[in-house]
Structures are given as structure tokens and as C-alpha cells.
């Protein structure tokens, strides 16, 4: 079956940076753009950023611009994402998803795939 799990997640203070990886297994990754979501506790699911398949082409919410970069390596099976600068209101679980997502998504169900997500906490 196919699996996509999350790490990395952990309590940061602002100002720090945190890297969490996801790793994808029985599909083939190479073919599937790459989406990652965040959701605070009683709120929809956030957009933040998306790769295409080769990993040339990457769209990111414009609020997160210039603090979270996205990357995949397809020799390994494994998603990024990059964040630096960050704020208490970054604060929330972060899913790794298949298929390419946008500011118009809401719901992890709108995506094929996706794992259980990593919690980063951002805190003093």
C-alpha cells in the first residue's frame, strides 16, 4: 500500500529552523507532483507549498514565500520542506500529500495520498 510518513516535527523556538522530511513508499514517486498542507487544531487545511514531478517547477502561499523552500529527491523516495524564520503562527501539523495543491484547497481529501503528519510546535 502506499505510504507517505512525515518526521522531523519538534518544538523550535521563533527564529529557528526545522526540515521535516517525508518519505514515500509503493508508488512510483517520480511521477507524482508533491504537495505539503499544514493544519492548526480547528481550522482547515492550509496550502503551503508544491513540486512537480521532476522537481524543476516549485508554487508556494504567498504568505510563506522567501521562508519555506520545497524539494524532492527522486533517487531516494523523499519529500522537504524547508523552514526557516519561524513564526508562532507556523505552529501546526504539517502532511505531506500526492498531487499538486493550491490556495483553493481545504481538505487532505483532496489530494490521492497523504501521511499523518508531523507536528511543529513554535515556541519560546
Known amino acids: 500500500a502506499v505510504q507517505l510518513v512525515e518526521s522531523g516535527g519538534g518544538l523550535v523556538p521563533p527564529g529557528g529552523p526545522l526540515r521535516p522530511p517525508c518519505a514515500a513508499s509503493?508508488?512510483?514517486?517520480?511521477?507524482?507532483?508533491m504537495t505539503w498542507v499544514r493544519q492548526v487544531p480547528r481550522t482547515g487545511v492550509e496550502w503551503v507549498s508544491s513540486?512537480?514531478?521532476?522537481?524543476?517547477?516549485?508554487y508556494y502561499a504567498d504568505s510563506l514565500k522567501g521562508r519555506f523552500t520545497i524539494t524532492r529527491d527522486n533517487a531516494k523516495d523523499m519529500l522537504y520542506l524547508q523552514m526557516n524564520d519561524l513564526k508562532t503562527e507556523d505552529t501546526a501539523v504539517y502532511y505531506c500529500?500526492?498531487?499538486?495543491?493550491?490556495?483553493?484547497?481545504?481538505?487532505?481529501?483532496?489530494?490521492?495520498?497523504w501521511g499523518p503528519g508531523t507536528q511543529a510546535t513554535i515556541s519560546s
Open positions: 513540486i512537480v514531478s521532476g522537481g524543476e517547477h516549485t
Open positions: 500529500a500526492t498531487g499538486l495543491g493550491g490556495p483553493w484547497v481545504t481538505r487532505l481529501t483532496d489530494f490521492g495520498y
Open positions: 509503493a508508488l512510483t514517486f517520480d511521477t507524482y507532483p
